[in-house]
């Protein structure tokens, strides 16, 4: 079973594209995935148009030092945390802030922080 939907990697194809044409745009991340047991956590905004499975977000990877990021989707998909479970998607996220906001706080915390 595919770590994101179809409907997600339309979505951060689409940011992707605007991008390529904007470099100022600044979308807000299409899905948030997560490791149940090590507390990382990527909030993905786009994908690149000649590379749609390179993703671009930011990534919290529990160190103190959260960072805007690329990622291959096969590598997210093939990830499992310290005990053995596999990144999940929180299908209940839903993005109220544009990806440099929620860069910004998360460096400011040091810390991706669920609000």
């Given at each position: 079973m595919p770590l994101l939907t179809d409907v997600q990697q339309a979505q951060l194809l689409a940011h992707?594209?605007?991008?390529?044409?904007?470099?100022?745009?600044?979308?807000?991340?299409?899905?948030?995935i997560y490791t149940p047991d090590a507390g990382v956590v990527w909030l993905l905004a786009f994908a690149y148009p000649d590379d749609p499975a390179r993703l671009h977000g930011l990534c919290?990877?529990?160190t103190g030092f959260p960072q805007?990021?690329?990622?291959?989707?096969?590598e997210l998909?093939?990830?499992h945390g310290p005990n053995g479970?596999?990144?999940a998607?929180?299908?209940n996220?839903?993005?109220?802030r544009?990806?440099?906001?929620y860069a910004a706080r998360a460096t400011a915390q040091g810390a991706y922080i669920e609000e």
């Open positions: 992707g594209q605007r991008r390529a044409q904007d470099p100022g745009f600044d979308p807000m991340p299409v899905a948030k919290d990877a529990n805007l990021t690329d990622i291959r989707l096969t998909e093939t990830l479970y596999p990144v998607v929180d299908t996220f839903k993005a109220t544009t990806l440099s906001d």
